[in-house]
């Protein structure tokens, strides 16, 4: 299955999620969804939550060497386990290679989570190191959902939100995540 584990949605509540790190917080919601592996490189905009996954007892990391190969085995996996793929990747290079994939996905009805680190909030679009748009590259390539986290209030629901929309429309999806907000 793809939807979530109902004892594993009834035990965890709001309020428990909320009192964990968001990295933390992240993991535990994709766990929740019966997400077991998760595909992708490594880089700076996305270290916390590397390692919550590292840490999470339900979360296995499959390092990629480059993220194309990421999205690609992401998809592959979901196909073959009949559940939700997820990638993630760090901010620039790393989250436009992830594209190609993310669109093969959707076109075949994969749903699949894309997370994709960014620089600091504050620093965002302020045109320096590995500075673009991910949100609007995204959701012009034609995925359901492509959102920029700005404010950690906004986390759960957009991540609920791009979970659900993947599973009821067999969709992929996207989440920008700035790595200060991860670590909050």
């Not at 917080?25 to 270290?47: D, E, K, M, R």
């Not at 296995?60 to 998809?75: G, K, P």
């Amino acid at each position: 299955g793809r939807s979530p584990d109902n004892n594993a949605t009834s035990t965890t509540t709001s309020s428990v999620l909320q009192s964990l790190p968001a990295a933390e917080l992240i993991c535990q919601l994709l766990s929740n969804y019966n997400i077991t592996h998760i595909f992708g490189g490594h880089g700076g905009a996305i270290v916390p939550l590397v390692d919550a996954i590292e840490s999470h007892p339900n979360l296995t990391f499959v390092l990629n060497r480059c993220e194309v190969n990421a999205s690609q085995a992401a998809m592959a996996y979901a196909k073959l386990h009949n559940r939700l793929g997820c990638c993630i990747a760090t901010s620039g290079p790393g989250a436009a290679h992830l594209l190609s994939g993310l669109v093969d996905a959707d076109q075949d009805r994969v749903p699949m989570i894309c997370i994709t680190g960014l620089k600091d909030v504050g620093s965002v679009r302020h045109a320096d190191f590995q500075d673009v748009d991910q949100a609007s590259i995204f959701r012009m390539a034609g995925l359901a959902i492509s959102e920029t986290v700005s404010h950690i209030s906004q986390l759960i629901p957009l991540l609920r939100n791009a979970l659900y929309t993947a599973i009821s429309n067999n969709r992929c999806v996207h989440l920008a995540i700035p790595v200060d907000i991860q670590g909050q």
